[in-house]
């Protein structure tokens, strides 16, 4: 029998475990416990908060909506990595449950998933998890193809580990929601038993020690012009890419020319053939760093240098960019005259931090 843990523990327990915390208003004394039990507490339960990008998702999670009042969840993990705390005691996030589930999470009884069998028939959702799990709704719109950034994923694994390292659990005593409730979705695009055995790597370790760096794949970006289009003479221009192959880091908007979204490294190369430029002549490349719209830093200048018929060229890609910043590629027309773009292909290969 586990007593939820204060607000002063929870916030040391998260900040131990290197989390970005952030306190939202009045979070100590937000809660539901006036309708119900909060605790004993048994384990900790991950969501996808089911939002489109540009929803003021903290505010939501902290205030509820007409249908049901908030908080919704102890926290919301942003996809910028940061623990923003919305409640301290009993949130609408669990509903009703399975109390085989139950059972197999308090006890930590279970292998791969926690299990569901058919000997409460009817009985399924009958358990009110608000009383009895911690909460993190997770930014995400759910749909199973909307990328979790590394950083975000990293700080839902320290969450839960800080919560599981203040009560002694283990990695068993979290769960998704949709292993507590049949009926529910999320979280949508990983595995919650990929997410076990991180976390558990995660316990493995001092508190504040895991980093993550036992999956060192980077995530890939390919992306390319619709049509051909005209580069006029004297002014630089970014790129912009409407067709989009890949874009497993979420950071390209349909059409748009920022294709990296800080704060990441990352390697590749920009494939590009023009038309109309005369030999010897050239078009300058350059990577460029965007705070939104304000060009804050230009990197070193490449030439696609002229030749008789059109010209081709594979121009490197290589970088490290920081919070807040996006990058572009642009290109400047060095003739008089304008010449044709006939195909631009990024390809790049971006680690997240």
């Known amino acids: 029998m586990a007593s939820p843990l204060s607000a002063d523990r929870l916030l040391s327990a998260l900040r131990a475990e290197g989390c970005d915390v952030r306190e939202v208003r009045s979070w100590r004394t937000n809660n539901r416990n006036h309708v119900g039990a909060w605790g004993p507490v048994h384990g900790v339960m991950i969501h996808h908060t089911a939002t489109r990008p540009g929803a003021d998702v903290v505010d939501l999670i902290y205030g509820g909506h007409a249908n049901l009042p908030g908080p919704l969840s102890t926290g919301c993990i942003t996809k910028d990595g940061t623990v923003h705390l919305t409640g301290n005691g009993r949130a609408n996030h669990a509903g009703g449950g399975d109390p085989d589930v139950l059972t197999a999470v308090r006890n930590e009884s279970y292998g791969a998933y926690p299990p569901r069998t ?18 993190f709704e997770c930014e995400n719109k759910g749909d199973g193809t909307d990328r979790w950034p590394r950083v975000q994923y990293l700080a839902m694994v320290r969450a839960a580990a800080a919560i599981c390292r203040a009560h002694g659990w283990s990695a068993k005593s979290a769960i998704g929601h949709l292993e507590w409730s049949d009926w529910k979705p999320d979280p949508r695009g990983f595995d919650m038993k990929d997410f076990r055995s991180d976390l558990a790597a995660c316990l493995a370790l001092p508190a504040g020690r895991w980093e993550g760096d036992d999956d060192p794949m980077p995530q890939y970006v390919n992306l390319g012009i619709a049509a051909p289009y005209t580069l006029d003479p004297g002014g630089w221009n970014s790129v912009e890419f409407p067709r989009e192959w890949t874009d497993e880091t979420g950071d390209h908007a349909s059409g748009g020319s920022v294709w990296a979204r800080g704060a990441c490294r990352f390697s590749g ?84 931090e």
């Open 118 to 135: 058919n000997e409460h028939q009817g009985s399924a959702g009958s358990v009110d998890g608000n009383a009895h799990f911690y909460g």
């Open 269 to 352: 190369s920009l494939s590009l053939r023009v038309s109309g430029l005369g030999a010897g002549r050239s078009v300058q490349v350059r990577m460029s760093e965007f705070e939104g719209d304000e060009l804050v830093q230009d990197h070193p200048i490449h030439e696609l240098v002229g030749t008789s018929g059109d010209t081709f060229g594979v121009l490197p890609l290589v970088k490290r960019i920081g919070p807040g910043r996006g990058m572009r590629v642009r290109l400047l027309n060095t003739q008089d005259t304008p010449v044709t773009v006939e195909t631009a292909v990024l390809t790049a290969l971006v680690w997240k």
